[in-house]
DNA sequence: TTGCAAACTTACTTAGTAGTAAGTATATTT
DNA sequence: AAATATACTTACTACTAAGTAAGTTTGCAA
């Protein structure tokens, strides 16, 4: 793959995740890459295609971190703790996630992209849930929630709160984060 | 105040919690009223202007309604029930509500419009630490977290649930709601 | 009845957007 | 050496956005 092709893709996210997806333009990328705004739609024709690339990037991602804790033997402890660290990280670069960032565009958004943004957003919802429940079983976690509810509860504050951190200047994230955990604390 | 006036700030409202600020134009609203272009700029010179009024006008609201409630005596239960119930009624009409919508626009927001939005948040997350905080010292909450926390876990919570209610088809949004009260219940 | 202000419309400018067609340099294959 | 594919640039088009200046209608007040 072309080294200036996987670059636009990062910009590209880190524009979505900052400015969002309508705020952005080719321009951001080319100037900020040294190349002209053609060069962009010879690898990506339409802004869709790179819309769409982005979030599939992010879906890959997000299987080989699963894939990784899974083959390591995490327990659903730790395996939540490491998901929660994806957006501490997001945090402390002042960035949105990905489906935090492209939902509130949807009605603007091709329907190859929302349908990639979807899958992604399931994906990530059936791992929680399926984390959860499991952790449950094994006496890891207490919650008296169907975890498919609690898993949207988890999902819903992670990912609302990158957005209020730009609100609400006093936010202590650790303490957010660290909340939700002990809320799943058994003893 | 003029009829036009209250009707550019309504569908102003209208588009921005539905397709979000970037991406509605004074083409939308002027089209919408049978009206021309640059009649939205007799009464709104810039967009920012809009933007800025039709949170301001949020507020308004959301302080009528807490100084509402406190006159008729709610109790907390009650108060954080009728709170959430904005939220299940947005829902219902496919819309975000305001923070949600225009918190990811930030960057491209002037600076006073930036303001109020934070003023808003602010009042909405002190109402709901005060809230939290006082039912619970009457035994009607009961939660182990800091109230402030917890408020920004639950603010979170039902903002981006409203995100993904786009994104994830099968949710129960009733029961997501249910299980942010239940949660609370003390004995 | 004239004057004036409110509430617009007409007609425009300016700037930025995605996207395209055609050309060019460079490296690779045949 | 010739042909071809890759990775772009140059130079545009078509469109949409916010915003503005000047004119028009309408109702009310002096």
Same mark, same amino acid.
């Given at each position: 793959?072309?080294?200036?092709?996987?670059?636009?893709? $990062?910009?590209?996210?880190?524009? =979505?995740?900052?400015? !969002?997806?309508?705020?952005?333009?080719?321009?951001?990328?080319?100037? $900020?890459? !040294?190349?002209?705004?053609?060069?962009?739609?010879?690898?990506? &024709?339409?802004?869709?295609?790179?819309?769409? /690339?982005?979030?599939?990037?992010?879906? %890959?991602?997000? $299987?080989?971190?699963?894939?990784?804790?899974?083959? @390591? !033997?995490?327990?659903?402890?730790?395996?939540?703790?490491?998901?929660?660290?994806?957006?501490?990280?997001?945090?402390?670069?002042? +960035?949105?996630?990905?489906?935090? /960032?492209?939902? &509130?565009?949807? #009605? /603007?958004? /091709?329907?190859?992209?929302?349908?990639?943004? +979807? @899958?992604?957003? %399931? =994906?990530?919802?059936?791992?929680?849930?399926?984390?959860?429940?499991?952790?449950?079983?094994? !006496?890891?976690?207490?919650?008296?929630?169907? #975890? %498919? =509810?609690?898993?949207?509860?988890?999902?819903?504050?992670?990912?609302?709160?990158?957005?209020?951190?730009?609100?609400?200047?006093? =936010?202590?994230?650790?303490?957010?984060?660290?909340?939700?955990?002990?809320?799943?604390?058994?003893?």
């Amino acid at each position: 793959m072309s080294i200036t092709r996987e670059k636009i893709i $990062e910009l590209g996210e880190d524009l =979505i995740r900052t400015k !969002g997806y309508n705020a952005f333009s080719y321009q951001d990328i080319s100037s $900020e890459l !040294g190349i002209k705004n053609a060069a962009i739609h010879y690898y990506f &024709p339409s802004k869709e295609n790179l819309g769409t /690339s982005i979030v599939k990037t992010n879906i %890959q991602r997000f $299987e080989e971190m699963t894939d990784n804790m899974y083959s @390591r !033997g995490f327990d659903e402890w730790h395996q939540l703790e490491t998901f929660i660290k994806i957006y501490t990280k997001s945090h402390r670069e002042q +960035k949105r996630c990905i489906v935090g /960032s492209l939902g &509130p565009d949807i #009605p /603007s958004l /091709s329907n190859n992209t929302v349908a990639e943004l +979807k @899958r992604m957003s %399931q =994906i990530i919802l059936d791992w929680l849930t399926a984390t959860l429940a499991s952790g449950k079983e094994k !006496g890891i976690f207490a919650f008296k929630e169907d #975890p %498919q =509810i609690k898993a949207l509860l988890i999902l819903s504050s992670l990912i609302a709160s990158l957005q209020l951190a730009r609100l609400i200047d006093k =936010i202590e994230y650790k303490s957010f984060c660290n909340a939700i955990l002990e809320d799943l604390r058994s003893e």
